[in-house]
């Protein structure tokens, strides 16, 4: 199993400021098949990227994610208030499909 | 629009069944490998089991393999979930999510919540 640790488990930032998120996985991702999801409260994942650098239809320009192999980040350029929630990554590379344990991003 | 809505959950006592169900509409259902992903009480996200679109392959969670059986009817354009042997530790919100593309989650129904207690 690849498992996902994702650190710290939560951020706090100020609305504009820039935030990075990472993911580390202990196997390599093949193809870099990793994604990341955002999770407001009482919200159904969305996702945000997938590839480890494609962004999803519809998701602003300010998420970008990059990374390959072992290690990933997802970065908000500037953040929104909506901005403020759990983000996951995950790899769809191999079974079982397996997710990072969340980072919360709070507000300064 | 791409929608996934689930149902069935509810209470249950320990050791019991429960059916889950998810409709897809809005694309075309029987083209896609489907998948449910459940989140405990203030936890994070955890793949459960996948089917693929023609029911040639099914794969399962360690911890639900021969208590789960996924299965799913593409001419419902449905998803079911079949839970038996139920624990406590099963209580959380399942989702079903249509994997897309060379295999993320998108998009995902809106989670129907199952609580295992006495």
């Known amino acids: 199993e690849n498992v996902l640790t994702q650190s710290p488990g939560t951020l706090s930032f100020s609305p504009g400021e820039r935030a990075t998120l990472s993911c580390r996985a202990t196997?390599?991702?093949?193809?870099?098949?990793l994604a990341w999801y955002q999770q407001r409260p009482g919200q159904t994942p969305r996702l945000l990227i997938h590839g480890a650098s494609t962004r999803a239809t519809g998701i602003p320009d300010r998420f970008s994610g990059s990374g390959s192999g072992t290690d990933f980040t997802l970065t908000i350029s500037r953040l929104e208030p909506e901005d403020f929630a759990v983000y996951y990554c995950?790899?769809?590379?191999?079974?079982?499909?397996?997710f990072g344990q969340g980072t919360k991003l709070d507000i300064k | 629009e791409v929608q996934l809505v689930e149902s069935g959950g509810g209470l249950v006592k320990p050791g019991g069944s429960l059916r889950l169900s998810c409709g897809g509409s809005?694309?075309?259902?029987?083209?896609?490998?489907m998948n449910w992903v459940r989140q405990a009480p203030g936890k994070g996200l955890e793949w459960v089991s996948s089917?693929?679109?023609?029911?040639?392959?099914?794969y399962y969670e360690d911890s639900v393999k021969g208590r789960f059986t996924i299965s799913r009817d593409n001419s419902k354009n449905s998803l079911y979930l079949q839970m038996n042997s139920l624990r406590a530790e099963d209580t959380a919100v399942y989702y079903c999510?249509?994997?897309?593309?060379?295999?993320?989650?998108?998009?995902w129904g809106q989670g129907t919540l199952v609580t295992v207690s006495s």
């Open positions: 999510a249509r994997l897309s593309g060379t295999g993320w989650f998108d998009p």
């Open positions: 995950q790899q769809y590379a191999s079974l079982p499909y397996t």
């Open positions: 809005g694309f075309s259902f029987s083209n896609y490998n």
């Open positions: 089917i693929s679109s023609g029911n040639s392959y099914i």
């Open positions: 196997q390599s991702v093949t193809s870099n098949y």
